[in-house]
């Protein structure tokens, strides 16, 4: 059987290791530090992001990017977007590739899938997105997700060794779309946690995070992608998902800065990756490249950056000219 590598042994790199041997693969699971590698081979578990979980006998895990890779007939790329381009830059070349990372490059401006062609032209390669919690997955608990290519042997191939009862994958021919709602959700999930943090309501949530996802819309069919994937699993789904689940790190990142606590303080308690801190000044930029306005993007961006406190943040999206819903704007419209 040909093995699958999945390069990057954070939380979500972990429970997708898991994913793949329960359903019979055998895995190689890379960690960029080689003393980490070694504990994690050596105690069978990712203590350090996803405590609990026992490691398959079916994986094995090395910090030597030709041995992740060797023999490997897929990968699962589940590294930080803006760190994709840099850790790949150590690898040799690729097999046909999943990207699991989520987010829009600080440089350049790039989706995952868009870093990926200009690192290796001509690779089949789609994307992986979800409404999904690692540690639900690492536990085999239920839930379905979205294999987004325009290579259907790829979308095939890639659900036929990973897919289980529980772990329910469905094929999506417009990564585009997928990829606009799996970045742009943890931007609105700051948002929506920033709204409940300083004790707007339930009501404030459900009107901002249903206004969030038209933003997203609107931004996945200017650059080529299709609403109605929006309204799937890899954009509503997982907008849901983020932005009410308590284990959603940008929820609760917008939820300690409506509290009124600073960017700073709140980073410095956290050891993994929280995307939408990135990804909303990139966003709002794609988004401006593209002709689309985003003015909850554009209110999270300035708040994250101290432009803006939560309290005027509200205030400027609830001043803004009132529009009906679901007219045909003659533009890129706005929330």
């Known amino acids: 059987m040909q093995r699958i590598a999945v390069i990057g042994a954070g939380a979500w790199g972990t429970a997708l290791a898991l994913q793949a041997a329960r359903a019979g693969g055998e895995v190689?699971?890379?960690?960029?530090?080689?003393?980490?590698?070694?504990?994690?081979?050596?105690?069978?578990?990712?203590?350090?992001?996803?405590?609990?979980?026992?490691?398959?006998?079916?994986?094995?895990?090395?910090?030597?990017?030709?041995?992740a890779l060797a023999g490997a007939g897929l990968a699962l790329l589940v590294v930080p977007a803006q760190h994709l381009e840099s850790v790949l830059a150590g690898f040799p070349a690729l097999p046909p590739s999943l990207v699991a990372a989520k987010g829009v490059t600080v440089r350049g401006h790039r989706l995952p899938l868009e870093t990926l062609a200009l690192l290796r032209p001509g690779l089949s390669t789609g994307v992986l997105s979800g409404p999904n919690f690692a540690a639900e997955v690492a536990a085999g608990l239920p839930a379905a997700a979205v294999v987004a290519s325009v290579d259907s042997g790829l979308r095939e191939a890639a659900a036929a060794r990973l897919a289980t009862p529980g772990f329910r994958l469905y094929g999506q021919d417009d990564p585009v779309g997928v990829q606009v709602g799996g970045a742009a959700k943890n931007v609105v999930a700051i948002a929506a946690g920033a709204v409940m943090g300083a004790g707007l309501g339930e009501n404030a949530r459900a009107a901002l995070v249903t206004r969030g996802l038209s933003e997203i819309s609107r931004l996945a069919v200017a650059l080529g992608g299709r609403a109605e994937t929006v309204a799937g699993l890899s954009g509503l789904g997982d907008l849901l998902l983020t932005c009410t689940g308590p284990g959603s790190r940008n929820f609760s990142l917008g939820f300690a800065l409506g509290q009124g606590r600073s960017l700073e303080d709140i980073l410095a308690g956290r050891s993994s990756v929280t995307e939408g801190v990135a990804t909303a000044p990139a966003l709002l930029a794609r988004a401006a490249e593209a002709g689309v306005e985003m003015p909850i993007t554009a209110a999270v961006a300035a708040v994250l950056s101290g432009a803006l406190d939560v309290p005027r943040a509200m205030e400027a999206l609830l001043a803004r000219p009132r529009r009906q819903e679901g007219l045909q704007p003659e533009g890129p419209g706005g929330s």
Do not use: Y
């Open 28 to 67: 190689m699971l890379w960690a960029r530090d080689p003393a980490r590698a070694a504990e994690m081979q050596a105690s069978r578990e990712n203590a350090a992001h996803l405590p609990g979980h026992r490691l398959h006998p079916a994986i094995r895990v090395t910090a030597d990017p030709a041995e």
